[in-house]
């Protein structure tokens, strides 16, 4: 196998740590202001930017890099809460839809400031606006690699001007 050099491990175990601690930062703050996972937000996400917000739930596991079942467990848990309903999909009667309720809107949109100030705090307000255009081109590189299909949401190109949820 071809090992790493010095210079690549100086590069890839901050990377991966910043991977395992990023997530788990961004988690907590959901969890304590909102009762939500970053998973549950991005889900929530998706379909309050989708058209009727309702995503079908195949679809809505590729946009969110989830298996069926690990979604499957997700959209139950939201569903218990009333964020949420599974509705059959008009074109396939054997698929399903996922429609955010308002009541699911509103949460996700009363828990996006929070969201968005923690994303500043651990990430973004440590770059300058150099090192930012340089993540920028940096991980749409690797996502290019790893989602060359732009099957997950987060791959997919936005415009500049587009404000995500």
Same mark, same amino acid.
């Not at 809505?60 to 890099?65: G, I, Q, R, V, Y």
């Not at 993540?135 to 790893?146: E, K, P, W």
């Given at each position: ?36 996972? #970053? ?28 298996t ?18 599974r509705?059959? #999909? ?58 060359p ?17």
């Amino acid at each position: 196998p071809r090992f790493f050099s010095n210079d690549e491990l100086a590069t890839w175990i901050p990377f991966a740590a910043l991977l395992e601690l990023l997530p788990k930062e961004l988690d907590s703050q959901l969890l304590r202001d909102s009762d939500l996972t #970053h998973f549950d937000y991005f889900s929530l996400a998706m379909l309050t930017n989708a058209p009727d917000h309702r995503v079908q739930m195949k679809e809505l596991a590729s946009m969110t890099n989830a298996t069926m079942p690990r979604l499957s467990h997700v959209v139950s848990r939201l569903e218990k809460r009333g964020l949420v309903v599974r509705e059959p #999909h008009a074109a396939d009667g054997r698929g399903v839809d996922v429609v955010i309720t308002p009541e699911g809107r509103r949460v996700v949109l009363q828990a996006t400031p929070g969201h968005v100030q923690a994303v500043r705090e651990a990430d973004l307000d440590a770059l300058s606006d150099e090192q930012a255009s340089q993540l920028r081109s940096i991980t749409t590189a690797v996502l290019r690699r790893l989602d060359p299909d732009g099957r997950m949401a987060a791959s997919r190109p936005r415009p500049r001007n587009e404000d995500p949820a």
